[in-house]
């Protein structure tokens, strides 16, 4: 089992940047699928972007060229770099990371207004 920890979320406006970060309680090069999900209101979970134990990443076409995952092995971080940030982005951000099951963190809040 995993233990997930999101930090960063909060409110930004339109056109903004903000950064989302994931703790791991162990090693996370040992973990297949690391990665950020996420749920607006009324909405279902949808994937927002992983990144595999090789460092294949893999975008949401809504998020492709604003977005960047990335992991820090030697802290077992994810974070989650969002730019030119839209309403539409607004939503629970979600860790994920996949090691014989799929493991969730609590989620942080991302609010995009003006």
């Known amino acids: 089992q995993v233990h997930l920890v999101e930090s960063g979320g909060g409110l930004v406006q339109p056109g903004g940047s903000l950064s989302l970060s994931c703790a791991a309680n162990?090693?996370?090069?040992?973990?297949?699928?690391m990665g950020w999900y996420r749920q607006a209101p009324g909405k279902q979970r949808e994937a927002v972007a992983t990144i595999t134990s090789v460092g294949f990443q893999n975008y949401a076409e809504s998020v492709k060229g604003r977005f960047t995952i990335s992991r820090d092995i030697a802290k077992n971080t994810v974070s989650l770099q969002m730019a030119r940030l839209t309403p539409e982005d607004t939503a629970v951000y979600y860790c994920t990371a996949y090691s014989g099951g799929w493991n969730w963190g609590n989620g942080t809040q991302v609010t995009v207004s003006s």
């Open positions: 162990r090693a996370i090069s040992s973990i297949d699928i």
